[in-house]
């Protein structure tokens, strides 16, 4: 039993030396993991009510996108817009999630729009897009985050 005792002292005392390795700083740590983070893309993208049961990023991007086109097209139909400058078949409308679930609507007028009123075509588009269903912001890391994108909304004329 005394040299059981003895062996295992032994051993207990020699494995505390792996122990004795360098912890890392917690700055350099932090260093380290936001180079390997790519700020360039989300790990989630916003998703609405209609894309939550998708479980693939790629296809549940390209769901919400057609959504939010479908639904701003919808909003926007048959509009003064389309009245007003029938010459205008697409618009492209910046929408931004921020990253409290809210929406923000501006439309991007082409640069030869001088004929355009832009304050008019806003404040209609304004208007006309709310009362939007909820929508879960993109995330990054686990953290909402507010996103941006341009949707081509075509402007039917009946």
Known sequence: ?????????????SSCRFFEGQVPD????????????????VSTYPSIGECDAITDKEMKKECFF?????????KLGVDTIAMLYPEIDTIQVKVTVFSNATLKFEPEMP??????????VD??????????????????EGVPVTTQFILPVILDVK
Do not use: G, T
């Open 26 to 41: 917690e700055e350099e740590l932090l260093k380290k993991r936001l180079q390997e983070i790519n700020w360039k893309e």
């Open 123 to 140: 404040s209609i588009i304004k208007a006309r897009l709310v009362d939007f269903p909820a929508i879960e912001p993109a995330q990054k």
């Open 1 to 13: 039993m005394k040299k059981f005792v003895v062996l295992f002292s032994l051993l207990l005392l």
């Open 66 to 74: 057609s959504c939010m086109a479908r639904l701003v097209q919808e």
């Open 111 to 120: 640069k030869d729009s001088v004929q355009y009123d832009k304050e008019k």
